[in-house]
């Protein structure tokens, strides 16, 4: 009987093989030049035999961690500094990770992660702005309380605990005038909001996942767009964003559409109180999209601005556009408009939001793109053009043309006219990061009047020279000098050079 079933099992085989041989022989028929059967749409791509070949034998070769990792750049873990506190899942790290909640449904779990982060930052400068000179040793504390509760939601604070309403904490003593230390504390939020997906959400609510993403946030929270000039302050007030859109009509990849409505907190220059003082008692309305197309990024937005009493003379409308792209491979640019129209002030009250600002961003792409970048940025401004809205210690409108227009939001370090009311001028400058561990930037920037003596702050030009450098002690550490001196015609000369040591956690 074994025998029997052995000689039935070569049969089958034998029956296999053969049917086998059959039906690659009926494949095979035909013209030698048939194509192979594809969708319509669909053409072959054209290669080259030579390409493909046996994978490499390493019989002959030892396994080599470092080897392997030259493969990488040579790249490791990289040892950051970890948060004050860190309660829950921690911040980046590896698994294995315990299982996620169900509180706010199966299918948006959640994993409750609450840390303390941010930096502490202390300078010393010597100043001269114009009408005094000082020394000032000035800190600041920057304090990030993030609740994580799931992927796409969280509850998030922010304080400064060391400084009030724009005075910080510091040590002062003057040529002329006071000195000693004054010491400001303020624990209230600098911003408070909550975050988070709808879509998301609805899926956890209802237990079936959803075809849409909207992600918003509402409370007092921090709005940056067109890297701060067009916008940055903390509002209370909401967003949303319609994220991932596409056209093919319009040749588009990708558009962000986001909405956003502050009901009060909105800080601007633009409308002031009785006294000619910028206020923050404002509402805002606007619209902004981030537009992927033409080989390169366009940011377009409107918004309107108006004081919450009823001096709505003072409400202004607010348009941007810029586009953004990289030409022939050695020039990224930028190019930016900000109009604003439509205030109307009662009798005795300038309009402080009317005008137009151009702005031109230029830097080379060299054969270290990382880390060695000549720029040069350019501005022309008519009348007196405003962001939509900007914080108290955020600078002015210019304060992204280069290191002269900066301040440092703590010692009052000096810098150029950054409000571009009736004046243009730019900045020339040079950054090189080393190693990536340390910064230096030489600039040359330039501010010159036009138009209007009543519509600009400025008299004659005002021309600096300015040098930061950067230096990474380690993970955590940071140490930063910087130097201003500043040619003003018509007014005293300014200067300062200071002094910053910076802790991360």
């Not at 049969?11 to 969708?39: F, W, Y």
């Not at 800190?139 to 609740?147: C, G, H, I, Y």
């Not at 067009?230 to 994220?243: M, Y």
């Not at 930063?480 to 910076?502: H, Y």
Request: proline residues 5%; charged residues 20%; neutral net charge.
């Amino acid at each position: 009987m074994n025998t029997a079933m052995h000689l039935a099992g070569w049969r089958g085989l034998v029956a296999a093989a053969a049917l086998t041989a059959l039906a690659g022989a009926a494949q095979g028929a035909g013209p030698a030049d048939a194509k192979p059967g594809m969708s319509p749409e669909a053409t072959p791509s054209k290669h080259s035999n030579d390409a493909f070949g046996p994978d490499p034998s390493y019989e002959d070769k030892p396994y080599s961690v470092d080897d392997q990792l030259k493969i990488y750049g040579g790249k490791s873990k990289v040892h950051n500094p970890r948060p004050m506190l860190e309660l829950g899942r921690p911040i980046y790290e590896g698994g294995p990770l315990q299982p996620s909640g169900t509180g706010l449904g199966r299918k948006n779990p959640t994993d409750h992660a609450f840390a303390i982060y941010g930096d502490w930052r202390t300078a010393f400068a010597r100043n001269s702005d114009g009408t005094r000179s000082f020394n000032v040793l000035a800190t600041r504390l920057n304090l990030d309380v993030d609740w994580k509760l799931t992927g796409t939601e969280r509850i998030h604070a922010f304080f400064r605990p060391l400084d009030r309403k724009g005075e910080f904490t510091r040590c002062e003593s003057r040529s002329a005038g006071r000195k000693g230390c004054d010491v400001n504390i303020d624990l209230k939020a600098d911003a408070l909001f909550f975050e988070g997906d709808l879509g998301a959400m609805m899926s956890g609510w209802t237990d079936r996942y959803q075809s849409f993403d909207l992600p918003f946030a509402a409370g007092k929270m921090p709005l940056l767009f067109q890297n701060g000039v067009w916008l940055e302050d903390a509002i209370s007030g909401f967003a949303f964003t319609l994220p991932g859109k596409n056209s093919k009509l319009l040749d588009i990849s990708n558009v962000d559409v986001t909405f956003f409505a502050g009901l009060d907190n909105v800080n601007t220059p633009g409308i002031v109180d009785g006294a000619g003082n910028a206020t923050a008692s404002n509402r805002v309305f606007g619209v902004t999209a981030f537009i992927e197309a033409n080989q390169g990024y366009w940011e377009i937005g409107a918004a309107r601005v108006e004081p919450k009493g009823t001096n709505l003379g003072q409400a202004y409308r607010n348009f941007s556009v810029a586009f953004t792209r990289r030409y022939g491979g050695w020039l990224s640019n930028s190019v930016r408009v900000i109009h604003n129209t439509g205030q109307d002030p009662v009798a005795g009250q300038r309009r402080t939001a009317n005008g137009t600002l151009l702005l031109i961003e230029n830097s080379l792409v060299t054969r270290q793109p990382l880390t060695l970048v000549p720029y040069m940025n350019l501005f022309y401004g008519n009348d007196r053009p405003q962001s939509v809205a900007r914080a108290a210690d955020a600078g002015g409108i210019l304060k992204n043309t280069g290191i002269n227009f900066e301040t440092d939001g703590l010692t009052g370090f000096p810098r150029l006219n950054d409000t571009a009311n009736n004046t243009y001028g730019g900045a020339l400058g040079i950054q090189y990061l080393f190693d990536l561990s340390r910064q230096l930037v030489v600039e040359l920037g330039t501010v010159r009047p036009h138009g209007d003596v009543n519509n600009r702050a400025i008299t004659g030009a005002q021309t600096a020279l300015g040098i930061r450098y950067q230096h990474s002690l380690d993970r955590a550490w940071i140490f930063r000098a910087d130097l201003v001196l500043a040619d003003r015609a018509n007014l005293k000369d300014v200067g300062g050079v200071r002094f910053e040591i910076r802790r991360k956690f």
